[in-house]
């Protein structure tokens, strides 16, 4: 009886072997209900299936699909994420940090609370969030406008609420609220009806900023001007939309002295007692009064 066809032995290790037999599941070659690699490699030979580069990609293009997948977890749209991480991994070019890196990040799929709350935040629908913290206080907050933002290195998120007990920001800013995500660990999240606010409460800070600082300074998405002042060498105006003025000043205090706040007031006061606060911590004299 003649043979049917020529056998070949292939010398590779189980782990490729494994790899072999997903792919031939995945492109329907099988023997009954088992991947059979004989007809994958059958195909590859009748240009049935064809071998392409899976390792020339430039970095630029790896890094640029990688910050997408946070800019798009940032914007609620963790489906989407998923599917640019998944196309990543598929890739030969990966270091084995950030292989690692973006199998966790497939790994940790998000809790359903916070998989609504993208969804709401998408859809622009108010909804309200309960939550206890380690402490066993419970937060209740009315949510009229929100967004997933990263503050140091961190999750939170932002969002304006009917509720302003216990806010500790200026009056203008009371109604904005900054929720670290990591610290909820569970939560209900149920729509209300109302209106979506189109963005946060908002003041205009102005600064300015001298010498090195204000030639390097680059502008911001917030800025709403950025602009020498003829009167004045190398200073130069900004004025910033602010939403936390936590967060604003926790920026601007790491330029002191290079960096002023103008106005208004009630924000240069802020900054002006943390001035004092670390003065009387180093045992500075100082005469002044905020």
Known sequence: MSRKGQSITLSISERDKAELEALALEFGMKWGEKPNVSRLVEAIARRELII???????????????RCISALVDMGQTEQAQEIAKLLLERGELSLPLRGEIEAFLGNTPPAWRLQVDKYILRQQPFQISYEDASHRVFNFTVRHAVITNHEKRQYLDCWCEETEGNLDIEELKHNWCLRLDRI?????????????????????????????????????????????????????????????????REVMQYTPDCVIISP??????????????????????????
């Open 52 to 66: 392409g580069n899976n390792n020339d990609w430039k970095e630029s293009r790896i890094r640029a699909l990688h």
């Open 185 to 249: 660990q569970d939560a209900a999240v149920t729509t209300i009806d109302g209106k979506w606010r189109s963005h946060l409460a908002e003041i205009e800070v102005s600064m300015h900023l001298f010498g090195r600082l204000a030639f390097a300074y680059q502008a911001k998405p917030e800025d709403k001007l950025n602009e020498w002042i003829p009167e004045q060498q190398r200073v130069k105006n900004v004025l910033r939309r602010v939403s936390f003025t936590f967060w604003f000043i």
């Open 265 to 290: 007031e009630n924000v240069r006061s802020l900054v002006k007692q943390k001035i004092l606060t670390l003065c009387d911590l180093y045992h500075i004299e100082t005469n002044d009064q905020v």
